[in-house]
């Protein structure tokens, strides 16, 4: 437990330091703020951006963090330092997911209250970011273990954070986008936040988030297995 | 002192390039060893293997009485490693990257100002590892190490690309650990740095040791001329044998004065082991 610890208080160490990682975790709960308090449009639904901005969140910010972290201990060989000095690689990724997961957490937490969730909308609301920040994560550790530098994450992350992160809003434009979409877990996520209050949770998000973590944690072992933490 | 590490035939390969080729040691507790050789010669395997980070193809190597194939995280506590390509936490300070290994081994607060105390970094303390000159980023990851205060260290070309005085400064710090009963086990293609620090050397080309012992014994012993070198007050220089023979002559220069400076023939380490691999150290 100490070793965790030691990763995730190393990370708070840095946050404010690394400028990458601080405007993932910050760049959408402003966002959400100003847009949320500056932009007023004729028919749009209540709390549309903090409802859209929420999904985007998710998709991008723990994806990226987690990606960006791991390849740059892969690259500048703290890693190694790490597990020399006794960190097990399970502790190691534990740590940082725990932070991303918590600096993630105030970011929901600004969604929350710019939504105006309350009570079981709040709960469930907190459910289902939590959901997604730990398949983002999932997805993000899938590519900083798999990539050897920097370089190399950034080229992945960019694009695989593009689909989760932006698909759910261009569905709104695109019955075929919708359609593909719905395999994702971030348009299922989409939905279930905009199902809040209004609808009951569908078995088909469940089951395609469901295969989705499945899948996650398959590539996970998968890239593990192959590449481990070196 | 008891053997601190021991290796019997120890062979690794990449591939079809043989790194090592049954390489014996026996290094005392206590001691600074060298292992010299040019770039690619195989000494970071070899510490890599010391260190349990590889497992050798076959043979066998200890770290005191444990198979290197079978360190536990407790015995990783006993040593402390510097490698060159071993990182720091570029933004985070000195203090602060000392810090989270101090909560990783369960060590007091007080364990990293000691640790930045005995590398001459405490006025650094604050400062982003990034922003540290070269030789001081050294000091920080000789420090990182030393802070389990560890039985042995290794230490992968610790001066490699250092002005002379970082260099001198890693040298003392290296010394006062010797001083200290810490064993060193040291790589290095500086012949001088051996020369300075090391109790034993062995040299390694191609993964074989093709010379060792302590760096005077290898020079001495490849002193094929054995002779005397004096430069003689009138500007003359002049050779004497290097035996009894010319204890005569040699006290009549020394008593007349006549002799300034006396010299053996002995090569240094880099013609020994020119002599030997054809090559140079320092290639």
Same mark, same amino acid.
């Given at each position: 437990?100490?070793?965790?610890?030691?990763?995730?208080?190393?990370?708070?160490?840095?946050?404010?330091?690394?400028?990458?990682?601080?405007?993932? #975790?910050?760049?959408?709960?402003?966002?959400?703020?100003?847009?949320?308090?500056?932009?007023?449009?004729? /028919?749009?639904?209540?709390?549309?951006?903090?409802?859209?901005?929420?999904?985007?969140?998710?998709?991008?910010?723990?994806?990226?963090?987690?990606?960006?972290?791991?390849?740059?201990?892969?690259?500048?060989?703290?890693?190694?330092?790490?597990?020399?000095?006794?960190?097990?690689?399970?502790?190691?990724?534990?740590?940082?997911?725990?932070?991303?997961?918590?600096?993630?957490?105030?970011?929901?937490?600004?969604?929350?209250?710019?939504?105006?969730?309350?009570?079981?909308?709040?709960?469930?609301?907190?459910?289902?970011?939590?959901?997604?920040?730990?398949?983002?994560?999932? =997805?993000?550790?899938? @590519?900083?273990?798999?990539?050897?530098?920097?370089?190399?994450?950034?080229? @992945?992350?960019?694009?695989?954070?593009? @689909?989760?992160?932006?698909?759910?809003?261009?569905?709104?434009?695109?019955?075929?986008?919708?359609?593909?979409?719905?395999?994702?877990?971030?348009?299922?996520?989409?939905?279930?936040?905009?199902?809040?209050?209004?609808?009951?949770?569908?078995?088909?998000?469940?089951?395609?988030?469901?295969?989705?973590?499945?899948?996650?944690?398959?590539?996970? =072992?998968?890239?593990?297995?192959?590449?481990?933490?070196? | 002192?008891?053997?601190?590490?021991?290796?019997?035939?120890?062979?690794?390969?990449?591939?079809?390039?043989?790194?090592?080729?049954? @390489?014996?040691?026996?290094?005392?507790?206590?001691?600074?060893?060298?292992?010299?050789?040019?770039?690619?010669?195989?000494?970071?395997?070899?510490?890599?293997?010391?260190?349990? &980070?590889?497992?050798? /193809?076959?043979?066998?190597?200890? !770290?005191?009485?444990?198979?290197?194939?079978?360190?536990?995280?407790?015995?990783?506590?006993? #040593?402390?490693? =510097?490698? /060159?390509?071993?990182?720091?936490?570029?933004?985070?300070?000195?203090?602060?990257?000392?810090?989270?290994?101090?909560?990783?081994?369960?060590?007091?607060?007080?364990?990293? =100002?000691?640790?930045?105390?005995?590398?001459?970094?405490?006025?650094?303390?604050?400062?982003?590892?990034?922003?540290?000159?070269?030789?001081?980023?050294?000091?920080?990851?000789?420090?990182?190490?030393?802070?389990?205060?560890?039985?042995?260290?290794?230490?992968?070309?610790?001066?490699?690309?250092?002005?002379?005085?970082?260099?001198?400064?890693?040298?003392?710090?290296?010394?006062?650990?010797?001083?200290?009963?810490?064993?060193?086990?040291?790589?290095?293609?500086?012949?001088?740095?051996?020369?300075?620090?090391?109790?034993?050397?062995?040299?390694?080309?191609?993964?074989? !040791?093709?010379?060792?012992?302590?760096?005077?014994?290898?020079?001495?012993?490849?002193?094929? &001329?054995?002779?005397?070198?004096?430069?003689?007050?009138?500007?003359?220089?002049?050779?004497?044998?290097?035996?009894?023979?010319?204890?005569?002559?040699?006290?009549?220069?020394?008593?007349?004065?006549?002799?300034?400076?006396?010299?053996?023939?002995?090569?240094?380490?880099?013609?020994?082991?020119?002599?030997?691999?054809?090559?140079?150290?320092?290639?």
């Amino acid at each position: 437990m100490k070793n965790i610890i030691a990763v995730f208080l190393k990370q708070l160490s840095d946050t404010l330091k690394n400028k990458t990682v601080l405007i993932q #975790f910050a760049m959408f709960p402003v966002l959400v703020i100003v847009f949320e308090n500056a932009v007023k449009l004729e /028919d749009m639904p209540e709390h549309f951006f903090a409802r859209i901005f929420a999904v985007m969140f998710v998709g991008m910010a723990p994806l990226t963090c987690m990606s960006a972290i791991i390849a740059e201990e892969k690259e500048k060989n703290t890693l190694r330092v790490l597990m020399m000095s006794n960190v097990k690689p399970a502790e190691y990724l534990v740590g940082v997911g725990a932070y991303v997961f918590v600096m993630c957490a105030f970011g929901t937490a600004v969604f929350a209250a710019v939504g105006g969730y309350t009570g079981a909308d709040l709960a469930l609301f907190v459910g289902v970011m939590s959901a997604g920040i730990i398949l983002s994560e999932l =997805t993000g550790a899938v @590519i900083g273990v798999f990539s050897s530098n920097q370089m190399t994450a950034t080229s @992945i992350t960019v694009p695989v954070m593009a @689909i989760f992160s932006f698909l759910p809003m261009l569905s709104m434009f695109n019955d075929t986008i919708k359609a593909a979409a719905r395999v994702t877990y971030s348009q299922q996520l989409s939905e279930l936040i905009n199902g809040i209050g209004v609808s009951e949770i569908s078995a088909e998000s469940m089951i395609v988030i469901s295969v989705n973590l499945v899948i996650a944690v398959a590539l996970f =072992t998968m890239a593990y297995r192959k590449k481990g933490l070196e | 002192m008891n053997c601190a590490i021991r290796t019997e035939g120890i062979v690794k390969s990449f591939g079809s390039r043989t790194v090592l080729d049954g @390489i014996d040691l026996d290094i005392k507790g206590g001691e600074i060893f060298g292992l010299l050789g040019p770039s690619g010669a195989g000494k970071t395997t070899l510490i890599k293997i010391l260190t349990g &980070q590889l497992t050798q /193809d076959s043979g066998t190597s200890y !770290i005191g009485r444990k198979d290197t194939r079978k360190l536990t995280g407790a015995d990783h506590k006993r #040593f402390g490693i =510097t490698m /060159d390509n071993f990182g720091l936490y570029d933004r985070l300070s000195c203090y602060e990257n000392l810090l989270t290994f101090a909560r990783i081994h369960g060590l007091p607060k007080s364990s990293i =100002t000691d640790a930045l105390a005995k590398v001459g970094l405490s006025d650094a303390a604050k400062t982003p590892a990034g922003k540290l000159s070269k030789g001081m980023t050294g000091r920080l990851k000789l420090a990182r190490a030393f802070m389990t205060d560890p039985d042995i260290l290794f230490l992968d070309e610790p001066t490699s690309g250092l002005d002379p005085v970082s260099a001198d400064e890693i040298h003392r710090i290296i010394l006062s650990e010797k001083a200290r009963g810490k064993t060193v086990f040291l790589t290095t293609h500086t012949m001088t740095e051996a020369e300075k620090l090391c109790g034993h050397i062995a040299l390694l080309n191609e993964g074989k !040791i093709v010379e060792y012992g302590s760096p005077e014994e290898i020079c001495r012993r490849y002193d094929h &001329q054995r002779m005397l070198k004096i430069h003689l007050s009138d500007g003359r220089d002049m050779e004497l044998p290097h035996n009894s023979d010319a204890a005569a002559a040699l006290s009549e220069l020394i008593v007349s004065g006549r002799a300034e400076t006396i010299h053996t023939t002995e090569p240094d380490l880099e013609t020994v082991f020119m002599e030997l691999t054809g090559k140079e150290l320092s290639a």
